[in-house]
């Protein structure tokens, strides 16, 4: 009898040394450093189950056995709460951490730019090339209505999603703006605010600039001159599809276009191109100048001038300057 329960005794012992061992290597696996050699990048389908999303961890070397993965889960109780999406998986990072990044969520940002200037069809074009993105653009916004800015998204967001956001930006950045205009502006609604700055946007490049170049078109407007502005042809030309392929010619400044302000008197007859947010300060809120001119001065910005006299010898001095480069 000694003896029989002198051999119970040695089992349950040994019995309960082995499972010892067996949780405190089911433990080691679970919260242990996993195989992961380096961050990895990969993407979780929508529609995919827990069994292939384990394969597709273990195929990238996430996890190293897609079993114990599906096991994780199931005891966890979180087989319904895995989210598709795309994730960096950091080295050596664990099992247990790996089901829980899947809870929480993609963690993968990704960034569009829309440079100031744009023209909305050339807006949609990039959103259409950025990766990531599903659908497609409906139809191409009306010019002035998206504002230039980085954005972020997350893979297999929608582009049509993103186009609202830019709009909306765009609004509510021209509602605060509005409301700090400056007094005494010789246009009178939003819209034309839009369109003056999408004209200075498109005049110059240089952000200090864009105040100087908006006063310009500000004292020709008060003085019922023409703004005489060579993007407003270049868009009337093009239709804000793109860029124009050859310089201007005198030809082009006679076109027959709402757009040419060559032509028309007063602003043209909408944006032609999305305005940032610097341009739109820069004609709510102009500097007070006397300049009525300004030509390109050779160094990337321009000369400002407050005669016609002035500006020609201007003019005469940047054609100098092209044909010295040119020569």
Known sequence: MGRLLAILAAVVINGGLLIAIFGYLALRAYEGAGPLPTQKRMVIEYGTGVPAIGRE????????????????????GKGDELKAGEYDF??????????????????????ITVPEGLTS????????????????????????????????????????????RMRQAMDQTLAELWEQRAPDLPFKTPEEAVTMASIVEK??????????????????????????SDPTVIYALTAGKGPLDRPLTRADWQVDSPYNTYVVAGLPAGPIA????????????????????????????????RSLDEHNRNVARWRRVRDSVAN
Do not use: C
């Open 274 to 305: 999305n305005p940032g947010r610097e341009s739109l300060q820069a004609v709510l809120n102009p500097v007070d100048s006397d300049y009525l001119y300004f030509v390109a001065d050779g160094s990337g910005g321009h000369a400002f001038a």
């Open 203 to 228: 005049e110059t490049g240089v952000a200090r600039e864009r105040p100087l170049v908006a006063s310009v078109f500000m004292n020709r407007l008060r003085r019922g001159m023409r703004l005489q």
């Open 90 to 111: 950091p080295a050596e990072i664990s099992l247990a951490q790996t089901v829980a990044a899947l809870v929480r969520g993609p963690n993968v940002s990704r960034r």
């Open 121 to 164: 069809a050339q807006v949609v074009l990039l959103i259409e090339a950025a990766d990531g993105l599903r659908g497609h653009v409906s139809e191409i916004p009306p010019e002035g209505t998206l504002l230039p800015e980085t954005y972020s998204y997350t893979w297999n967001d929608d582009r049509q999603a993103i186009v609202r």
């Open 57 to 76: 961890l273990e195929e990238a070397g996430v996890v190293s056995d897609a079993r114990l993965f599906r096991l994780a889960v199931r005891l966890e």
